[in-house]
């Protein structure tokens, strides 16, 4: 698979363009038959009913297992059971029928998980590979604990060079980081302070270098987050 471009500056301001590509790792178990194939992967069609319509249309669900009942109706054998090659995600009115123009909203929530504001999504252009806005250091080191304590972390990708230059750009940030036990905050604009945008329309996250060096060997881990955990405050502010 082709590394996707990134332009990254270290502590100094000095950037370079490289590759990232998702961080892989070696699966430690192998799921095998009793014979010892490997199992091939499948998807079916599990239904062409949606749970929600039937309740509406019957009122409630014991109405509905009662209609059933009477009914005697049988499952669509033609469609249930295939199986499914090539899918696609497409949204859905309330009435069941294919929605065509839709219109993504974002909502905030608070600490309690309660709503706090719901505006329209905005497609903001990736920003990741700019040439004249590099991704940059911010100067804000967090200690793994703290870090994994602080924020959910739900993507990870490996930054990796393309040149014997930029091999050793990277290996001097990871070692700096390795030496540092720590995870250093980075992002968009002058500060390194903005938020990252992977793909144009895509979801804005905070990012985190992770350095770890063995020999003449690196890794240099970008790490993701959009979800940043806070304590609760009761009534009475404690």
Known sequence: MPLRSLNLAN???RDAVVGFGAAGATARVTMVLPDGAVPLRRKYLKTTARLDRLVA???DLVTLGQTIMDSDVDVDIEQVGRPLADTHRIYVA???SIAYRVTLQQVIHLPDGSEKERRDATKAPSNVALEDSP???SGRLFSKDEA????VFTKAYQVRHNSGLTYDFLYAMAQQLHEADALMFVGSGPKGAGPLVLT????PYRGFLEGRVDGDRYALVLHLTNLELKALVDEEGA
């Open 200 to 203: 144009t329309g895509g979801e």
């Open 135 to 137: 991704i940059r250091w």
């Open 57 to 59: 249309d019957a009122g």
């Open 11 to 13: 502590e100094h301001k």
């Open 94 to 96: 309330a009435d069941g």
């Open 148 to 151: 994994l304590r602080k924020f």
